[in-house]
């Protein structure tokens, strides 16, 4: 890799282009439609020049990453015109490298490098990204060159088939997206005892993590705890009737995740059959 640019750099190409030029990646050029965008990412990585036009930057770089929003990746590969050789790459979870046909035919070579990761805002996504995971679609000698950025970042990779994309991009918005709508709607219920958001998260901040830590550490089953792993059907009456005087929107929610919950506590040996068809009951009512 001759020089590296990105077009694009918010929170992930900022990320990328940072950790890649402090391990020595020729990160060589910055575009993106906010100037001050740009201009602070030159300023984290030395001797990177700005570009006004992602055209501008394809020009002079040897290897792209398209680090804009998933949206305008097909614009910007479709409206550059590309050079035969030149790797262009980009970061979306949810779409495949058919996204970057227009520049696959113009004779680049095309690839996908996802980080499995959340990145809320430039810091974070600064801190995140070492040693996360990275879902790779792509072909050699792409697949080669994205290995290498993987390692470079201390990471695992995965490689992903381009039909398997948006499944597992579904999988990984379940595991993260949908599990802050759930700690939001965990802890917004705490206004009804007085208790306000904000102390609610940081009151459950030690189960929160001690669930990741069972998750990682006891695995699944055997990391289910609560009234279903123990068949507890008088305590799950009590939560619904609650639910249903205090904030009955939830109710649904709550019934779908119980009955999805109760094959874990079956596996797990601990929820015994005749406690299955019980709480089923009560929870498919
Ligand atoms: N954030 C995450 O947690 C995460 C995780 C894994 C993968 N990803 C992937 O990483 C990619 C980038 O996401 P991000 O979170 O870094 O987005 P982001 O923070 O919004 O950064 C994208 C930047 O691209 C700019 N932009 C928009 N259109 C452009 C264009 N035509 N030319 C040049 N720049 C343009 C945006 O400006 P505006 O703000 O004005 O639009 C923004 O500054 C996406 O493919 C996303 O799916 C994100």
């Known amino acids: 890799m001759n020089g590296i640019g990105f077009i694009g750099v918010g929170k992930v190409g900022?990320?990328?282009?940072?950790?890649?030029?402090?391990?020595?990646?020729p990160v060589a050029g910055a575009m993106d439609i906010l100037p001050q965008e740009s201009a602070r990412f030159a300023e984290m990585v030395t001797g990177c020049?700005?570009?006004d036009t992602a055209q501008a930057l394809a020009d002079q770089m040897?290897?792209?990453?398209?680090?804009?929003?998933?949206?305008?990746i097909g614009d910007v590969a479709a409206n550059v015109t590309w050079k035969p050789g030149q790797t262009v790459v980009h970061c979306s979870g949810a779409n495949s490298t058919a996204v970057l046909t227009p520049a696959r035919d113009s004779g680049c070579h095309v690839g996908c490098i996802h980080p499995c990761n959340s990145f809320a805002s430039v810091q974070q996504s600064l801190e995140n990204l070492p040693g996360s995971t990275f879902t790779l679609e792509a072909s050699e000698p792409v697949l080669r060159e994205l290995k290498t950025i993987v390692e470079a970042l201390n990471g695992k990779w995965m490689k992903l088939r381009e039909q398997d994309k948006a499944l597992y991009h579904a999988a990984v918005c379940i595991a993260c997206n949908y599990f802050y709508t759930l700690v939001f709607h965990a802890t917004d219920l705490w206004k009804h005892f007085d208790i306000s958001q904000s102390d609610a998260v940081e009151a459950c901040m030690p189960i929160l993590k001690g669930t990741l830590n069972n998750i990682e550490h006891v695995g699944f089953p055997d990391c289910l705890t609560g009234p279903i792993a123990r068949g507890d059907v008088s305590t799950i009456r009590k939560h619904i009737a609650a639910l249903k005087e205090k904030e009955p929107r939830l109710v649904p929610l709550y019934k779908a995740l119980g009955l999805e919950t109760l094959p874990i506590g079956l596996a797990k040996g601990t929820l015994s059959e005749q406690k299955a068809t019980e709480l089923r009951a009560l929870l498919s009512d």
């Open 62 to 72: 040897d290897f792209v990453f398209i680090t804009t929003p998933d949206d305008v």
């Open 49 to 51: 020049n700005i570009y």
């Open 14 to 25: 900022t990320a990328f282009g940072v950790h890649l030029a402090e391990k020595g990646f």
